[in-house]
């Protein structure tokens, strides 16, 4: 079944599941995707259509998303319908200007178990990091078929959804080197944490190297979502966590290489007008008392791992 779908018909793919209950809609396995890497994308259909058995499975892949590679599935046919981009994708240095637009795995699935769909694809930069990418999946039954389509608008939560199209949260690829440089200082892999809903701090935190020959003072910045930023320093003493601002900044002395981590010296971002969502690449700058403001931009990063120096603020 090779056929070529309009560009504009692109949507995204997604998995199945039964129609009723909301904690059976369709998922990945792996809600996450790094821009510009390998993605095994695997996709879990845990029921039929109101107890009929599945018999055909469709995936849409979206725009943004390249170097599609399904996996055969023993007792399935598996077919893909191709597809031309909306604009051409560079792909190991070569551009590509079509793909695999659409995969279909024809079979048979009881209701009573559950099964998953592999395949692999490359989300490219032109998904920006912290979007939720929609994979929009069909599932057909002998009489019935569940189209697990709706994509959330701006702002609406996707527990409102009855029939949520599968979705990744992109990130940006943190192996990427993100140096930023201004006369004597270096700054070197800026990233936030992720914050609660509702929460009005965040930290921010990276390596800064001083290769001048006198000292200089980080004394502050400006992050896009907060209101100020301040230079905090979290010890501690008797047994007990403390945490401070330093007010006259942090001094990075000629030849030093300063972390700002978890635990210790960091950024903190006060009267957060939103929250810091994983996957974010957000710009600001930092402030130095020498070498003066230098343009960065953080990675934000899930909250797994919470350290204390970020949250003991709120």
């Known amino acids: 079944m090779k056929r070529l779908l309009a560009s504009g018909a692109l949507v995204a793919t997604g998995f199945l599941v039964h129609a009723a209950p909301a904690f059976a809609h369709v998922s990945f396995e792996t809600p996450r995707a790094t821009q510009n890497t390998t993605y095994k994308a695997v996709l ?7 107890g009929q058995p599945t018999l055909k499975v469709s995936v849409r892949i979206p725009a943004g998303v390249i170097a599609v590679k399904p996996m055969p599935k023993a007792g399935w046919t598996l077919d893909t ?19 695999v637009g659409e995969i279909v795995w024809s079979g048979s699935l009881a209701d009573a178990h559950f099964d998953e769909f592999v395949f692999q694809a490359r989300v490219t930069d032109a998904v920006a990091p912290g979007a939720e990418l929609a994979f929009p999946v069909v599932q057909t039954c002998a009489k019935a078929s569940e189209s697990w389509t709706e994509i959330t608008a701006p702002g609406q939560d996707a527990n409102a959804l009855k029939m949520p199209a599968p979705t990744v949260r992109i990130v940006a690829d943190e192996t990427a080197p993100k140096t930023f440089t201004a006369g004597t200082i270096t700054v070197q892999q800026p990233w936030a944490r992720a914050t609660p809903a509702g929460a009005q701090v965040g930290g921010g935190y990276l390596r800064v190297t001083n290769t001048g020959k006198e ?7 400006t992050f896009p979502l907060a209101g100020r930023v301040e230079v905090h320093e979290m010890s501690m003493a008797d047994n007990i966590m403390r945490m401070k601002q330093m007010t006259d900044g942090l001094t990075i002395k000629p030849g030093e290489s300063v972390e700002l981590k978890p635990g210790g010296f960091h950024l903190m971002f006060l009267d957060l007008r939103e929250g ?6 957000l710009s600001g700058t930092l402030v130095f008392e020498k070498a003066g403001p230098i343009a960065v931009t953080y990675q934000v990063r899930g909250m797994s791992g919470e350290a204390a120096g970020a949250h003991a603020h709120h």
């Open 215 to 221: 000292a200089d003072r980080l004394i502050g910045g």
């Open 81 to 99: 319908v191709q597809t031309t981009y909306p604009a051409p994708y560079q792909l190991y240095g070569k551009p590509v200007s079509e793909g």
């Open 44 to 50: 879990r259909v845990p029921h039929g259509c109101a």
């Open 276 to 281: 810091l969502k994983d996957g974010q690449v």
